[in-house]
């Protein structure tokens, strides 16, 4: 069947009750024939619609938005008029489209974003913001900008990330530094409000939807580090965190990754050209948490069998400040791993004398290209990465030995798959 050309003219706007747009704008819509949007843009532009329009919401899922859009594309041969928030290419609907229909051809009237509304009644200049969506993503990119000291972060929220969840957050991780601008309603003339915040305060707090925030602190730089047993983070990210700084399985403290094999093999996985990072065997999450920390672009996924683990990667993210890391209790070789995201990095921290096992099972979800490190504290063990790396046809590279203190020589082996 031949289809039209695809067209579409995207509308952006604000939630003023009474839109203004520009002559050109009008006149496409009182041409128009066929209008999308969502349930609050057709609630605000109703009266400029032509008396027979036609209306396809967007809801999700939006599989089921593009199948009308096709079946119009395909009977009617109309141009759609589509009516979005802001700057439609600002996360906005117009990528949706290019994505989808990447050969649709589009016409756009941006307006303001919500967060330049924000920031233009606040009078807060924002070329160095950085933009951060929460709406329908997960935490990952806030909890890197909050990881990386961003001094101002403009939130675009949804109805789970609320601005009281962003705090709450914040607040747990020890990120208590920023004031919060919050703004609901932006361009509503009735319902729009601006409110200044400490994370404390917007804990305690309800906020109307649409709403958005930008977190901001002018003395970043000013404040002094945090005292060492405090359960905030230091304001600058530290490289290398003190082993005694940790909690401790049982209160062991020879039960973790020193500090600089832990730098070492940080080094050795060449986590900054890689995505997603598995540490098998956490234990205290001293490997998880600095590498979260040094490379806040990773996706992170930890496993530990002991049930303590939980406790402990809980009490040590929130200390050192790195969200975002997921901790899978449970034998591993138990553990149903197909619903993690794939690594190309893995550490193996612990193997409870299987570890033969873990390498094969491991090898089966590496990316290829992908790494494994190990760090061997005896011949034996030395002996069965070896032989596991070399049964599994993987390449093994020169090994690194290092002796600290008095403890064993370690040596940081590690095996590419090809």
């Known amino acids: 069947m031949f289809v039209m050309e695809r067209k579409f003219i995207i509308i952006g706007m604000n939630d003023n009750r009474e839109p203004f747009f520009p002559p050109e704008v009008l006149s496409h819509i009182r041409q128009g024939k066929v209008f999308s949007g969502g349930i609050r843009h057709k609630d605000i532009v109703k009266d400029l619609l032509p008396e027979q329009a036609e209306w396809i919401s967007i809801t999700v899922p939006l599989d089921n938005v593009f199948a009308c859009y096709e079946k119009v594309f395909t009977e009617k041969e109309e141009t759609i008029i589509v009516f979005a928030s802001g700057d439609p290419l600002f996360f906005g609907f117009a990528n949706t489209v290019k994505r989808k ?23 807060m200049p924002y070329d160095d913001m950085r933009t951060v969506s929460l709406t329908g993503r997960p935490w990952q990119e806030f909890d890197r900008a909050l990881i990386e000291r961003v001094p101002k972060i403009g939130i675009l929220t949804d109805r789970e990330h609320t601005p009281a969840a962003i705090a709450e957050r914040m607040l747990q991780y020890g990120y208590t530094y920023y004031v919060m601008y919050i703004g609901e309603h932006l361009g509503n003339p009735e ?51 003190p082993d005694e700084q940790f909690a401790h399985l049982d209160g062991r403290a020879r039960m973790i990754t020193k500090s600089p094999i832990r730098l070492l093999t940080l080094q050795t996985l060449e986590l900054n050209r890689h995505r997603v990072f598995w540490d098998i065997g956490f234990c205290t999450g001293s490997v998880s948490i600095e590498a979260r920390l040094q490379f806040p672009h990773l996706t992170i996924v930890a496993f530990e069998i002991r049930p303590e683990g ?5 009490i040590n993210t929130r200390r050192f400040g790195a969200p975002g890391i997921t901790a899978v209790i449970g034998d591993f070789q138990q553990t149903e791993i197909s619903s993690y995201p794939r690594p190309d990095a893995i550490f193996i ?46 390449m093994l590279h020169p090994s690194l030995c290092i002796a600290l203190n008095d403890y064993n020589p370690i040596e940081i082996m590690k095996a590419t798959l090809s």
């Open 101 to 123: 229909l990447p050969d649709a051809k589009i016409r756009l009237y941006p307006t303001f974003n919500s967060l330049q509304t924000l920031a233009h009644r606040l009078m």
């Open 191 to 241: 319902k729009e409000r601006i409110r200044r915040m400490t994370p404390e305060e917007a804990t305690q707090s309800t906020f109307e939807h649409p709403n958005n925030l930008i977190l901001h602190t002018e003395s970043f730089f000013h404040f002094t580090e945090t005292d060492t047993t405090s359960e905030r983070p230091r304001l600058s990210r530290p490289f290398g965190i």
């Open 310 to 314: 939980k406790e402990l990667m809980d």
């Open 349 to 394: 921290g612990g193997h409870g004398g299987h570890l033969k096992e873990i390498l094969a099972k491991a090898k089966e979800v590496l990316q290829p290209g992908g790494c494994i490190v190990f760090n061997s504290v005896s011949e034996e063990s030395k002996a069965a990465f070896s032989e596991g790396v070399e049964d599994l046809e993987m």
